[in-house]
T-cell receptor
Framework: RKEVEQDPGPFNVPEGATVAFNCTYS??????FFWYRQDCRKEPKLLMS???SGNEDGRFTAQLNRASQYISLLIRDSKLSDSATYLC????????????FGSGTKLNVKP | NAGVTQTPKFQVLKTGQSMTLQCAQD?????MYWYRQDPGMGLRLIYY???????DKGEVPNGYNVSRLNKREFSLRLESAAPSQTSVYFC???????????FGPGTRLLVL
């Protein structure tokens, strides 16, 4: 079983739509969670960390559900520039220096 | 600040050839990482260095070696390249455990 699993998509949504992605992780003791964004043929860049109480950054909201072992990302009022692949990242159980990346969920925002 | 830099950007090798991928960061970070990214697989950790002077294996270390030359530089060596090592290689750094990782622009490697 993969450490981190994501729906690869693509999610095709119109501008202005609200879209949500989930990501499940296998190690219940994982401590750190992140969402990264990766544009085509570019490096991943941090979008936001995910905190236990949930957190918001502008149009983006991240949630953590420890009981069900998943994290979510909600994007409101989608922009064309949101089109990218979103990577879920979880730190390792036994070594906090090691992070596991999901294979990503592709989002296409259409005009 | 340049952040994390990687050289080369592109490389084509023949099976059996060797090469070293270079990575440097100017953020005074303690930890550095090498990942490979293949279609549908996500990023997989090859090696990491928690601090200067230490290196450890990640998920997929076979066929690779690393050197943490100093705090700034972390190189990845392929001693005898194989077609299965065709991939995009990313170097990353972070200030410490559980901290945000910053990535370099990647090296696209094709092994024929």
């Amino acid at each position: 079983r993969k450490e981190v699993e994501q729906d690869p998509g693509p999610f095709n949504v119109p501008e202005g739509a609200t879209v949500a992605f989930n990501c499940t992780y296998s190690n219940s003791a994982s401590q750190s969670f992140f969402w990264y964004r990766q544009d085509c043929r570019k490096e991943p860049k941090l979008l936001m960390s995910v905190y236990s109480s949930g957190n918001e950054d502008g149009r983006f909201t991240a949630q953590l559900n420890r009981a069900s072992q998943y994290i979510s990302l909600l994007i409101r009022d989608s922009k064309l520039s949101d089109s990218a692949t979103y990577l879920c990242v979880v730190n390792a159980l036994y070594n906090f220096n090691k992070f596991y990346f999901g294979s990503g969920t592709k989002l296409n925002v259409k005009p | 600040n340049a952040g994390v830099t990687q050289t080369p950007k592109f490389q084509v090798l023949k099976t059996g050839q060797s090469m070293t991928l270079q990575c440097a960061q100017d953020m005074n970070h303690n930890s550095m990482y090498w990942y490979r990214q293949d279609p549908g697989m996500g990023l997989r950790l090859i090696y990491y260095s928690a601090s200067e002077g230490t290196t450890d294996k990640g998920e997929v270390p076979n066929g690779y070696n690393v050197s943490r030359l100093n705090k700034r530089e972390f190189s990845l060596r392929l001693e005898s390249a194989a077609p299965s090592q065709t991939s995009v290689y990313f170097c990353a750094s972070s200030s410490g455990m559980k901290e945000t990782q910053y990535f370099g622009p990647g090296t696209r490697l094709l092994v024929l």
